[in-house]
């Protein structure tokens, strides 16, 4: 018979080497290391590949089909319809080579735009300090609020109008901005002409009337751009803001703009230019405007065929 001593000194001898096994097995390879923290945890964010987009050869009319006085006004393959500022007479010959330059100077200027938006993008919101409580502002594309929202609560002009078609967009808007008493939620876009529109209820990005036509989801609509302008009396008090991010309905705005007397009456004109392939000539269009845009206005600042802004001159 062991002795009691013996027995504990034995059970204890059996404890320590079965912790000596157990911690051998479990910490293998486990032995801490010297960790390196960079200076930066956060992935830098890579550069946009450069954009590719081949624009449709253009060509002006050969003779002013329309009449004295009038712009020409020419069809698009999606149904709409734009001005044609390249034909006859109403560029000059400077400012037409002023185009061409800027056309070809696309695919070098944009990957620099895209850097210089990523590095300045609040400037689109917070460049506007000349809104006063009564100040007019139209959002045109108010899609989530984002934009609606950083310019309102800066400035908080008397009437900030927004116009946003899409009905599931719509709501969230009107419910986003429940409490602004100066913000007025429309549910309809602008463009050319009146017209409705169908979109797949599940939509949940942006949503472009120039995409090919589908006769089922939900229903949109869209007003002529005068007509809208008459609606809030354009001519009667001015709009010191419109912001355009309307997946296209910004060359609509702008030729409505540039051919009648309302261009008077918008003291700023900031607009996003989408290129898109049912819109005719987004490039070439966006260059005639550079130069029309200087007669009555001048640049405060500008992405280049990103984002810009134009004041009153």
Known sequence: MMEPLQMRITSLVCFVFGLVIYFNMTHKNITPKETHVEESYITPRQPKPKEVY???????????????????????????????????????????????????????????????????????????????????????????????????????????????????????????????????????????????????????DAVSIFAPRNETGEKIYIVDTTKFFEKISVRSRDVDLITMDCEGCEYAVLDRLLTTDYIRHFRNIQFQPHRIDRICFPLRRYCWYQELLRKTHKLSFQFKFLWENWKQL
């Open 54 to 204: 081949a624009e449709e050869s253009y060509e002006p009319l050969q003779s002013m089909d329309h009449y004295p006085n009038t712009f020409p006004v020419r069809h698009c393959g999606s149904n709409q319809t734009y001005v044609d500022f390249g034909s006859g007479d109403i560029l000059t010959d400077e400012q037409k080579a002023n185009v061409e330059k800027c056309f070809s100077s696309y695919m070098d200027v944009i990957q620099d735009s895209y850097d210089a938006e990523l590095i300045d993008r609040n400037i689109r919101y917070t460049s506007h300090s000349y809104l006063t409580q009564q100040s007019v502002v139209i959002e045109a594309g108010g899609h989530r609020g984002i934009d609606t929202g950083e310019i309102n609560s800066r400035f908080r002009p008397g009437y900030y109008y927004v116009l946003e078609p899409v009905p599931s967009f719509y709501n969230l808007l009107v419910q986003k901005f429940n409490e602004s008493k100066n913000v007025v939620v429309f549910n309809f876009g602008i463009d050319s002409s009146d017209g409705t529109f169908h979109i797949q209820e599940s939509s949940n």
